[in-house]
């Protein structure tokens, strides 16, 4: 019993660490379900016409509308959903949690958890480090870091597709460096407002050895004059035999 005891924590120690939402947007896969693959029917439709414009134009573009609306954002409030269910060695947990969440430009956002249910140790040792990891993310250095430009990230075009708000570009991603916050995969970008829509990548650095494999989808939709996260997903196998499914609703939002 201690031993079980003992590996689960371990299980959670390690969830902890790998289960992280990556800024701009991220998390993880199953061997035998590993979710939809950028490229696949799920994440890309038939192609559309859309004006020709080469990898460097449209990432010179999505920079400039992504500082313009940084600019503009004068803050947000909203309710998130969280869910983490991790099955395998050595048992089955799963967890919830309902929070409130605040964000103020350039770089403070505040949770208050209203709600949690099922296992403490998800909780406590999991779902509340997300939120930590998220403030940290957060920070100027850290932003400035992980954003989607030019220093950090290199685009290139492998298409086009019919997103939920018009035609996007899908553009293959690749950090120019291992950190834990950058992300190598897909996305595609909103061919109007240059805005990302959705995301499916991996994280750039496999943040722990426990962690044989891990994918993340992240999608967007329009608020006013903005693009906010509306779900993330991700799934996360686990060396010693076990896979965890996190899932985010983020969901009514006021802009201020």
Known sequence: ????????????AVLSVCLIVLPASATASDERDPGPRPGSPSTTSASVELPKLSSEEIFSRLVEANTRRARALKGFTGRRHYNLDYRGFPGNRAADMVVAAAYMPPATKDFSVLSESGSKLVQTRVLRKLLESEKEA??????????MTPENYSLTLVGTSVGKQGGCYRLKVEPRRDNKFLYRGEICVNAADFAIESIDAEPAKNPSFWISKTRIEQRYSKVGEFWLPVSNKSWTKVRLGGTATLTIEYKDYKLE
Do not use: G, Y
């Not at 019993?1 to 003992?6: D, L, P």
């Open 1 to 12: 019993m201690t031993t079980s005891r003992n590996r689960m924590h371990l299980v959670a």
């Open 138 to 147: 957060t920070e100027a250095d850290n932003q400035r870091r992980t954003a």
